[in-house]
């Protein structure tokens, strides 16, 4: 069995927050502070350039991305990190359309990431394809033959709407596309298996429920069947089969190394590496029911206690990520009210008031004061005061 009371205390966690945000920007794991500033002391300042060997610092791409794959059901060899998740959208989409010459169509959902619905955007134009996007429950019917690439972020955003990846990939594939899965709000939430969905792409950040710090480096996974095959767009000296070699012309990495660019940010990547530390004898099964055992409680007691809102993620637990929302038509001072009284989610245009739920250290107790504190707000009207309703730049 996992231990979450372990787990918590690997992350600094602000006295007298409670923090629902990390569907966002997941806390500061303790070991990050001190790693970093090792690295600083040790490697950096001391080892300069040799760093990138005596280090370790080329070759924690890859390291740090195994310890991603046990993560999201992938194996050892098969992900790299580096650059954010909209470049690493890019980087699969066209590498998967690629592989599918001829078919012209990339098929996404109206609740998907705008990012990775521009991406795609600019990449169809650049190529002559077309991005063609339905609503989520559509997708499954609008899968046909023009389709080259199904691109699919697993957990919406805005609602914690779940799609069933194994049903959806099996689908494309008889239709003979491929897919392209966002991990952006799986990864560290649900019980990710991409071995198991017969998956062919996959990406996601680092910052949210995997606590790798603001702007960590994202991840890619190509499956084996492609990876020797998989084009990338970005034909970075990194992903190079010879990089030192400084060849004028472009010859890929085997594997999955030619999903790399330029230059990984190593510091962020340090902070990464340390936040994993977390995640060492978690088990993908407690996790997922740990957060549906929050995500429950965090509905019932809601919608006992609080007036005014209605519940915009899915009732049944199995068609959910780890993140709830609710509406509420004044949802943006709804949310500045609750973060003035130390529980922090998030607002999301235009009526969305949202809440995630990392196992790792969340509890009951969160759930509680959440659940306590919103229904107050509600009753007592104190989220209608003029400063709650003052927009900042990020919300
Ligand atoms: C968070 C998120 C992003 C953000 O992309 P960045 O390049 O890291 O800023 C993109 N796509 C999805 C689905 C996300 O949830």
């Known amino acids: 069995m ?48 040799t760093g990138w060997n005596r280090a370790g610092w080329y070759v924690q791409p890859r390291k740090v991305g ?10 050892p060899g098969e992900v790299v990190m580096g650059d ?51 609503a989520p429950e559509e997708v499954a019917d609008a899968i046909n033959e023009d389709l080259a690439v199904l691109m699919i972020t697993e957990v919406d955003y805005r609602t914690g709407r779940r799609h069933d990846m194994k049903a959806l990939t099996a689908r494309a594939h008889e239709a003979g596309a491929l897919t392209v899965w966002d991990l952006a709000h799986s990864a560290g939430a649900v019980d990710v298996d991409l071995t198991g969905a017969d998956a062919d792409f996959a990406v996601g950040c680092t910052y949210k429920y995997l606590n790798g710090g603001p702007g960590a480096p994202a991840f890619i996974w ?21 990089p030192f070699a400084f060849d004028l012309g472009y010859t890929p990495a085997p594997g999955i ?6 230059t990984p940010p190593v ?24 957060s549906i055992e929050l995500t429950e409680a965090f509905i019932a007691g809601v919608e006992a206690g609080c007036p005014g809102v209605t519940l915009n993620s899915p009732r049944d637990p199995a068609m959910r990520g780890s993140q709830v929302s609710f509406r509420h038509p ?20 235009p009526d969305v008031l949202r809440f995630g739920f990392a ?37």
């Not at 004044?330 to 245009?349: K, S």
């Open 267 to 290: 510091i962020a990547m340090t902070a990464l590496d340390a936040a994993l530390d977390a995640w060492d004898g978690v088990e993908l099964a407690d996790l997922r029911a740990r």
């Open 84 to 134: 954010t998740l909209s470049i690493k959208v890019f980087q699969a989409v066209s590498a998967a359309r690629a592989l599918r010459p001829g078919r012209r169509v990339i098929l996404s959902d109206s609740g998907n990431f705008p990012s990775d619905l521009y991406v795609a955007e600019g990449l169809a134009r650049a190529v002559g394809a077309e991005l063609r996007v339905v």
């Open 2 to 49: 996992t231990d979450f009371t372990k787990t918590r205390q690997a992350f600094h966690l602000p006295e007298g927050l409670t923090y629902l945000d990390g569907n966002s920007l997941g806390p500061m794991p303790i070991a990050a502070k001190e790693r970093v500033s090792r690295m600083m002391a040790e490697e950096w300042s001391e080892m300069l350039i």
């Open 66 to 75: 195994d310890r991603i794959a046990r993560l999201i059901g992938a194996g």
């Open 222 to 242: 190509t499956h084996p069947r492609h990876a020797d095959a998989a084009q990338p767009i970005l034909q970075g000296w990194m992903g190079h089969a010879a």
């Open 359 to 395: 196992p790792l250290y969340n509890d009951l107790q969160d759930v509680q004061r959440a659940v306590d504190t919103l229904a107050r707000i509600l009753r007592d009207e104190s989220w209608d005061r003029p400063h709650f309703h003052e927009k900042a730049d990020v919300t």
């Open 330 to 349: 004044q949802g943006y001072a709804v949310m500045q009210a609750l973060i003035a009284e130390g529980v922090i989610g998030d607002f999301r245009a």
């Open 257 to 262: 190394e030619r999903m790399r660019v330029g």
